[in-house]
């Protein structure tokens, strides 16, 4: 029941009538409309059950309320809906909120709507549910809301969970060839999240940017969010092309270990231009490490922030890539006064990372579960990997070398197809195909690439969708002839 407030020249039974008529226009009694009890209301909003029980009459009389003999007092729907729609009716749309005007706000890129419920989703940004450690995480879960651990999981708290930031110091940061210690580390509500942070810092309308084109077009987004002049380079086989960075750049944006969307690895040649780059202009790097653990030959490379002696870089981490998307976790390691600086802007947003989930990974961390976990995801991925290659040659002819890591294949047409043009004549065939437009900052007159997703498409659905989406591109193939 809501409060009974203002105004105070109103009876108290006129108040209580009035915010039982508010939850009545709000739909949000009980079943099918029944109105709680006079005692409860009494006893909820500590008033005595008389006055509940006038300003139920008063209800009563005005007829948003009925009597049924035996089962209690009900919601009048016959007069209700009527007043409720009439209200909104009365208030014109431009008085309901206002925007502020903003050029540069564009809607983000979504998944498809239900993308789990088409036999063959070959989209990006999504994970198999089927491969969640769902068992060990609610190990963790369950013992994070252990008596030694409730401090941390549901208390409010300045800083961090410290048994994970001492995991990512010492396991995750380790593995990726960089010391940090506590003050480093800044726990997030994913990548995305923290690089909103630092564009908050680092960006407004006198900042220049620089990102690799193609790239990760929310970084666009987000960088330009604050009026900073948003350039690109291109994206070779050795990842982002160093000379073509603009002198004038204030911060860079870059994606070293497997390039957003191509996935090529930054090559150590490119890497060591890039800090030599970044000490002469005096610039900042952003390095965004999404999906370094999903390699399947080879080692893979350290983070550019182990090459940097400068600390010029800032590194972004998550562990949405492997984990789920939906946990929306992820990290930054940089300095500890830009740390410190980053902290107080999340204080005023989100206050923090939610406690349980930080202490559950903590947990799960140190029990070994995440690398027994990552392991065995590693390993899946790397199945459909070498089988998507495998049955595209079968069906399409088309023999590529694709790097080996990530969760999508880049893909390019030889013949002269619009993708957007596949992915309508795929869709009533089950395959669902994200076409990449909006990874290129200019607009592409003809869509020559596609990125393949596999992370969310089980291992025995794909050699019969790409079977189906085969049949699409070459139905597409045959009326561009």
């Known amino acids: 029941m809501v409060a009974v407030k203002q105004p105070a020249d109103e009876s108290l039974i ?6 039982i008529e508010y939850q009545i226009s709000a739909e949000t009694l009980g079943p099918e409309g029944r109105l709680p009890s006079s005692r409860s209301i009494a006893a909820e909003l500590g008033v005595s059950r008389s006055t509940v029980l006038a300003a139920l009459d008063l209800l009563v009389a005005q007829g948003y ?31 309901r909120y206002r925007l502020v005007p903003d050029g540069r706000r564009v809607a983000p890129t979504t998944p498809p709507q239900a993308w789990w419920e088409a036999p063959y989703p070959f989209i990006t940004g999504q994970s198999d549910p089927q491969l969640f450690p769902t068992q060990a995480w609610l190990k963790a879960v369950r013992r994070a809301h252990d008596p030694e651990h409730l401090v941390w999981s549901l208390g409010e708290h300045d800083g961090d969970d410290p048994l994970l930031v001492e995991q990512i110091c010492g396991r995750i940061m380790t593995i990726r060839g960089v010391s940090c210690s506590p003050d480093q580390v800044l726990v997030t509500m994913g990548s995305q999240h923290a690089l909103s942070l630092i564009a908050q810092l680092l960006t407004d309308q006198r900042a220049q940017v620089a990102v690799e084109d193609p790239g990760y077009p929310d970084a666009r987004r987000i960088l330009g969010a604050r009026g900073a002049t948003v350039r690109t380079a291109g994206v070779d086989g050795s990842g982002l092309i160093v000379d073509e960075i603009p002198p004038e750049t204030d911060v860079v944006y870059v994606t070293p270990s497997h390039q957003h969307p191509t996935n090529v ?3 150590r040649e490119r890497r060591i231009g890039l800090l030599d780059f970044a000490g002469r202009h005096d610039l900042t790097i952003i390095e965004d490490d999404y999906d370094s653990e999903l390699r399947y030959r080879g080692a893979p490379s350290p983070a550019l922030l182990s090459w940097d002696s400068s600390g010029r870089t800032i590194y972004l981490g ?21 740390i410190s600086e980053l902290r107080d802007v999340l204080r005023l947003t ?29 390993a899946e991925l790397g199945k459909r990997w070498e089988l998507l290659q495998t049955v595209i040659q079968e069906e399409l002819g088309w023999a590529g070398s694709y790097p080996a890591g990530g969760t999508s294949l880049w893909m390019h047409a030889p013949d002269p197809v619009d993708w957007r043009d596949v992915a309508r004549e795929a869709r009533p065939r089950g395959v669902l195909l994200q076409p990449p437009a909006e990874h ?27 079977h189906e989406l085969a049949l699409a591109y070459h139905a597409v193939a045959r009326r561009a002839d």
């Open 350 to 378: 989100i206050r923090q990372v939610p406690g349980v989930i930080q202490r559950a990974l903590g947990i799960f961390l140190r029990g070994g579960d995440y690398a027994r976990a990552l392991a065995r995801h590693r």
């Open 14 to 19: 006129q108040r209580i009538r009035r915010a």
């Open 318 to 338: 998550t562990f949405s890539k492997f984990l789920a998307p939906g946990l929306r976790i992820g990290f930054v390691v940089a300095d500890n006064r830009l």
């Open 65 to 95: 309320v009925e009597t049924r003999p035996r089962s209690g007092l009900f919601v009048n729907r016959s007069l209700c809906p009527t007043r409720v729609e009439a209200a909104v009716r009365d208030v014109p749309p431009e008085r």
């Open 265 to 267: 690895t930054m090559s």
């Open 440 to 466: 290129w900052a200019a607009p592409m007159a003809r869509l020559r690439h596609l990125r393949l997703g596999f992370a969310a498409m089980p291992l025995e659905r794909m050699p019969a969708g790409i």
